[in-house]
């Protein structure tokens, strides 16, 4: 998500925490086994388990930031859970 700038075309970022946006592929890949393995999306895996197998595969995120991975990682399984179901 860009806007444009109306004074000089140039585009500014309004999204926040690009470096959780350089993990977040490899974060996906990481933890979706684990919420695949509660059926339909309803059921995602605890809190404490994503936290857990995020903070040993990328032990420099900060810990403030391992919350908003997670929040970001389970709205991406649900939605595409979504897109899925017939």
């Known amino acids: 998500m860009t806007n444009k700038n109306q004074n000089t075309g140039a585009h500014t970022e309004r999204r926040k925490h690009a470096h959780i946006r350089d993990i977040f ?8 086994p684990l919420l695949s393995s509660h059926g339909d999306g309803v059921g995602l895996p605890s809190h404490s388990m994503l936290h857990q197998a995020l903070h040993n595969a ?20 649900r939605e595409q859970n979504k897109a899925d179901a017939p």
Do not use: N
């Open 25 to 32: 592929d490899d974060a996906y890949r990481l933890v979706f």
């Open 58 to 77: 990328f032990p420099d995120l900060h810990k403030q930031d391992v919350p908003i991975l997670i929040a970001s990682l389970t709205r991406v399984f």
